[in-house]
């Protein structure tokens, strides 16, 4: 079914950081450590931990470097239908 209080982009990376940064702080891994761990530089991280905005290309680095890889892999593919014409659509 269709979210009709829709989240806004900066609310939905803002989201996807705070849970990042609550999975990296609860392995004990610091911000300089999952930088090199990952790739990612430092100022990357600390502006994606700060504001949500980082690159899709990023993101996975930093997923692999903390091993939720498989999180990030399943991302919409448990999607619902919407409606009829839609599952019509989604089978030809």
């Known amino acids: ?8 982009p900066d609310e939905l990376n803002n989201g996807i950081a705070i849970r990042l940064v609550q999975i ?3 392995r004990k891994i610091s911000q300089k450590l999952l930088a090199e761990k990952s790739g990612v530089s430092l100022g990357s991280l ?19 470097a903390l091993g939720v890889e498989d999180e990030l892999e399943s991302l919409f593919s ?6 009829i014409e839609e599952i019509i659509r989604g089978q030809s």
């Open 1 to 8: 079914m269709i979210n009709l209080t829709q989240k806004t």
């Open 24 to 26: 990296r702080k609860r």
């Open 46 to 64: 600390k502006r994606f931990e700060q504001t949500g905005e980082i690159s899709l290309h990023s993101l996975s680095k930093l997923a692999i």
């Open 78 to 83: 448990q999607v619902e239908f919407t409606s």
